[in-house]
């Protein structure tokens, strides 16, 4: 069995960082991309950036020119841990963030998700 979690979320001021983790664990798996989502309250969950095994990123399209400049995605392969960190935030940043893996024979798998706040 494979498992995601994240973890690192928090209530922050705008303006502020966090810094996400994305821990995936189990036996017998191979991953080829790593991903970020969020959902923000009463919308639906979309692509933040994805990065796959050679470093190459792509960000969701509804989210590019909100996030790019201000959020890096990175990966330790070795380690199957990733990262999200977030500069600058702001109050439309709030949502519930997900990491989500491709596996090589297990599919996709998603974590639970973190609760990110930004307010005034």
């Known amino acids: 069995q494979v498992q995601v979690m994240e973890s690192g979320g928090d209530s922050v001021q705008p303006g502020g960082s966090l810094r996400l983790s994305c821990v995936v664990s189990?036996?017998?798996?191979?991953?080829?991309?790593m991903a970020w989502y969020r959902q923000a309250p009463g919308k639906e969950r979309a692509l933040i950036a994805i990065?796959?095994?050679?470093?190459?990123?792509?960000?969701?399209?509804s989210q590019e020119s909100s996030v790019k400049g201000r959020f890096t995605i990175s990966r330790d392969n070795a380690k199957n841990t990733g990262s999200l960190q977030m500069n600058d935030l702001r109050p439309e940043d709030t949502a519930v963030y997900y990491c989500a893996v491709a596996t090589r024979m297990r599919g996709d798998i998603w974590g639970q998700g973190t609760q990110v706040t930004v307010f005034s």
């Open positions: 189990g036996s017998s798996f191979t991953l080829t991309a």
């Open positions: 990065m796959d095994n050679e470093g190459t990123i792509s960000y969701g399209r």
